[in-house]
């Protein structure tokens, strides 16, 4: 017990040194830079100069790079933990205003996609796997295939002009009826639920391939292990062989695939989020980078790294509950 | 209780041509009784060990596993798996990945009491406790994960869990592989216990034959899928009578094996292809014209069932109480000299046996009349089944042919005038076997199986233009040139330096089992022959005083001629018990 709880605590504190090399970058990459991250955005000639005196002052207090390097750092650090990352350039409002009114609609589309294609990843892949060779494991095989290669984007436009224009059963954009006022919650969760119909299957479908395919082959090489024929042997009903040991084993990798790709789920959703003009983070990012909105770009950078790394935390201690040689190794 | 008939499990490799892993088994295993299987690795012993819970796919499987009479081949997965476990348990060979990484062992150990006897979990984690304690682990055993265990810690948990829903037959697929030899005795002696204690019925599966012999008194024994001999286990390995079996039982070894290891000449073969006619023919010694086309069924021999066309091991050459008399001329009245005083002696296909004395003890004497040279003045010598007392003409060509002399001086052995050609050519020449060019190609082949160049130069040597290693080997290849069956070597390396000595002896073993010869091989140095002996025949003063195995008779002597013989024998630089007493003070 001693060795896994030295396992966990190290685990987090490994982590923390990752967050804080990253806010060590972010504080030092822009600075780094020639010249320094302001001298475009304060020169009058340049075509990134900044008109509004409010923003340039604000920016200029922001950066402080008047002031030695080590108080910036410092700063800097304190500006985060008490949620100032800056001030976005082209909506003259603070940053973190604007990650914590995207960061929630992200959360929920990408959340949605990542239970739904898992749940079907896990529940699919399984039963292909312990039908290896059939007719019904090929088939989903094949079908699976198809949807890790088909970009997002395409699936996307098909179910706007089907579902949302052809059909007009969902609306085709948005995260909510503009200017709509709800009478109770439960109007607000469903007006907000179809909305996200359609962008969260997207996504969904854009990642249940590649999770479905590992499942699958996972499950064929835990069934061919020693363990499941013993396990056989002891005559155990076939709903305990095949979820019981087969997909408890098979679940390990898929734990550590959810943790790898976390941070392309939250990138992945810029397409999806720009198609359906969805008010997520995804689109922000879109946006501020066409705008060349460094300190919001930059802002966003540091509170997708922090999520990545939060699920891969996450995912990690998952692990080790799942699997009792994690934590020893 | 648990009857196996004619038991065949097919694999098919890219659904073409099927790979027979278990062919036409049959056994019958009593109520609390124990079978061994034993056979070389890839025999099909675990194949047979998995077919008896149909962990087969169906069609792989034919044949019949009856449990009380009930049919189990045939059964769908769903009836399997009310007799796996509850009547059927098996302990696998893989014991590093038969447990679930992710569950605690006493989970594992639980689970199918949970399914098969509907406990609760804490109750089956009590009931895994107790038979956890039974097999010698501890509770904190019971919470670890399996990577937590050693080896030998999750064979018991494996056990555990197969006594869980007290079977009647236990299957023990390979239960002592990989375990040093102080757990190994402790394994067999909890499974003897265990069965003594539950009336669990064993089916032990190995080629740890000392684990079978300590835990059955039935054995079969497995060749490339097929039974070829299956008795009492006391009498399969007391007296084996399939020559594979006797191969087996010959290439295991023991605390008390002083020979190096014997193995059956060539490898068994590829299961996709098996021989035709009897699948062992092929490194078998005595295999004759039918064993090519007929498969041999069992048959009783001697307590047991033996599938071997002759039925079983054969005696190739038995003497009967003889005698040889010398009359010596020492200037008075001739003297009678009893040099042999009626020995009987049998040496068996394949066998290499060792007759040890001291000179003049009358060994050569012996040696000389089994070969023919000597006519003896009383008993009879039967080489095949025929008497070849005083053989002519005919029979005394053949028996030449069949039996060859290496004798015990290679200089006096061969003619100072011929070349090796001809040394080696000569019994070709005299038994006139094939045309010239035969004969050369022949001459050409010995020469090289003993390791001797084969180029003009070196066949046109004379006798005293070779070293005496090279000699002695010349003389092996001419006792070899017309294929006998039983070699007879005098003495065939007293002449040769320590490690030409050495290269010698094992260049000897190595064509005995390759060819498959018998061999008998006199010698005073009981040291040298220890290391290719199967058999030890102890001669004194014309004769045989001890006789056994060769293991036996070196470490545990009985007549009192063959311990001065042992102290006699070479040491160097070993101290002994008695050394060891002397120089403490």
New interface residues.
């Given amino acids: 017990m001693n060795r896994v709880f030295q396992g966990f605590v190290g685990r987090v504190f490994s982590y923390l040194f990752s967050l804080w090399v990253i806010l060590t970058l972010n504080f030092l990459l822009p600075r780094l830079m020639p010249g320094d991250p302001l001298a475009a955005l304060l020169d009058p000639a340049s075509s990134d100069y900044v008109f509004d005196p409010e923003v340039r002052a604000a920016l200029e207090a922001y950066y402080g790079l008047d002031r030695p390097l080590l108080e910036q750092y410092a700063r800097y650090l304190v500006g985060i933990f008490t949620g100032d990352l800056g001030r976005s350039i082209r909506l003259s409002r603070p940053v973190g205003e604007l990650v914590a009114s995207r960061l929630p609609w992200t959360l929920l589309l990408v959340g949605t996609a990542l239970l739904l294609s898992s749940a079907l990843a896990l529940v699919a892949g399984t039963e292909a796997g312990w039908r290896r060779g059939s007719r019904t494991d090929r088939a989903l095989v094949a079908v699976h295939l198809l949807l890790a290669n088909v970009p997002v984007y395409l699936t996307g436009m098909l179910f706007i002009h089907l579902f949302g224009a052809r059909l007009g059963w969902l609306p085709m954009a948005g995260g909510r009826t503009p200017f709509a006022r709800y009478e109770t919650l439960l109007a607000a969760a469903l007006d907000i639920g179809r909305h996200l119909v359609l962008p969260a299957l997207t996504l969904t479908l854009g990642m249940l391939g590649v999770k479905f395919l590992l499942v699958r082959n996972t499950m064929v090489t835990v069934l061919g292990e020693d363990f499941m024929l013993v396990a056989r042997a002891k005559g155990l009903p076939e709903g305990r062989l095949k979820w019981g040991h087969g997909l408890r084993n098979a679940v390990l990798p898929f734990v550590a695939h959810l943790a790898a790709h976390a941070g392309m789920a939250i990138t992945g959703a810029v397409f999806i989020e720009t198609l359906f003009n969805y008010p997520g983070m995804g689109r922000l990012i879109f946006e501020s980078v066409t705008a060349r909105d460094y300190p919001v770009i930059q802002g966003v950078f540091l509170v997708v790294s922090a999520v990545v790394l939060t699920a891969n935390l996450a995912a990690d201690l998952l692990n080790a509950r799942l699997d009792p040689r994690v934590l020893e190794g | 209780m648990l009857v196996v008939r004619d038991l065949r499990v097919t694999f098919s490799r890219d659904g073409k041509s099927g790979v027979r892993a278990v062919d036409g088994v049959s056994f019958e295993l009593a109520r609390g009784g124990a079978l061994g299987v034993i056979g070389e690795t890839g025999a099909g012993k675990t194949t047979l060990a998995?077919a008896l819970?149909g962990?087969h796919p169906p069609e792989c499987v034919q044949g019949s596993v009856r449990l009380d009479g009930r049919e189990l081949a045939g059964l769908s997965?769903e009836e399997?798996?009310?007799?796996?476990?509850?009547r059927i348990?098996?302990v696998?060979q893989?014991v590093g990945?038969?447990?679930?990484?992710?569950y605690r062992v006493g989970e594992q150990i639980g689970?199918?009491m949970r399914?098969?006897l509907g406990l609760s979990p804490a109750e089956a984690w009590a009931r895994a406790e107790e038979l956890a304690r039974r097999v010698g682990l501890e509770p904190r055993h019971l919470c670890a994960?399996p990577?937590q265990l050693s080896g030998g810690e999750k064979q018991r948990a494996?056990l555990a869990?197969a006594l869980g829903c007290n079977p009647e037959v236990l299957v023990l697929d390979e239960p002592t592989s990989g375990q040093d030899m102080l757990s190994r005795v402790r394994l067999l002696d909890l499974l003897a216990d265990l069965r003594r204690e539950r009336g669990t019925a064993l089916l032990v599966v190995s080629h740890d034959l000392g684990a079978v012999a300590r835990l059955t008194e039935e054995v079969a024994v497995l060749y490339a899928g097929k039974l070829v001999e299956v008795g009492p286990t006391e009498a399969v390995f007391g007296d084996p009578r399939h020559p594979y079996t006797w191969g087996l039982l010959h290439s295991y070894p023991d605390m008390d094996t002083a020979r190096d290891l014997r193995s059956i000449r060539g490898l068994p073969p590829d299961p996709a292809h098996p021989p035709a006619g009897c699948r062992f023919h092929p490194r078998c010694t005595q295999a004759v014209e039918k064993c090519r086309h007929e498969e041999p069924p069992l048959v009783e021999v001697a307590g047991r069932q033996v599938a071997c066309h002759l039925g079983g091991l054969q005696t190739l050459l038995r003497a009967e109480s003889l005698r040889k008399v010398f009359f010596v001329d020492n200037g008075g009245p001739r003297s009678p000299l009893e040099a042999v005083r009626g020995v009987s002696l049998e040496i068996r296909e394949g066998e290499v046996v060792a007759l040890v004395g001291e000179t003049g003890s009358g060994k050569t004497t012996l040696g000389r009349m089994l070969v023919g040279l000597l006519s003896p003045d009383g008993g009879r010598v039967v080489l095949e089944g025929r008497d070849l007392t005083a053989a002519q003409g005919e029979k005394w060509r053949w028996l030449s042919r069949r039996v060859q002399l290496i004798p015990q001086d290679p200089f006096d052995a061969v003619s100072p005038r011929m070349t090796v050609d001809q040394v080696v050519r000569e019994p070709l020449d005299i038994q006139k076997v094939g045309a010239p060019p035969e004969r050369e190609e022949k001459v050409r082949q010995v020469l090289k199986a003993v390791g001797l160049p084969t180029d003009p130069v070196f066949l046109s040597l004379h006798a005293h233009e070779l070293s005496g290693g090279q000699l002695q080997r010349v003389v092996i290849a001419r006792a070899l040139v017309l294929e006998p069956k039983l070699l007879i070597a005098d003495e065939p390396v007293a002449m040769l330096d320590p490690s030409e000595q050495a290269r010698v002896m094992n260049l000897l073993k190595e064509i005995q089992v390759e060819r498959g010869l018998a061999m008998l091989l006199i010698s005073h140095d009981l040291a040298l022959v220890r290391k290719v002996a199967d058999r030890i025949l102890v001669m004194h003063q014309g004769r045989i005083v001890e006789e056994g195995p060769g293991s036996r008779v070196v470490t545990r002597p009985i007549h009192e001629h063959t311990r001065a013989l042992l102290e006699s024998a070479p040491r160097i630089g070993v101290f002994t018990a008695e050394d060891a007493e002397e120089t403490e003070f």
Avoid: G, I, K, Q
């Avoid at chain 2, 990945?97 to 992710?102: F, H, K, Q, R």
């Fill in positions: 998995r819970l962990l997965e399997w798996r009310a007799v796996r476990w509850r348990a098996l696998v893989s990945t038969a447990l679930d990484p992710v689970e199918p399914f098969h994960y990577h494996l869990m």
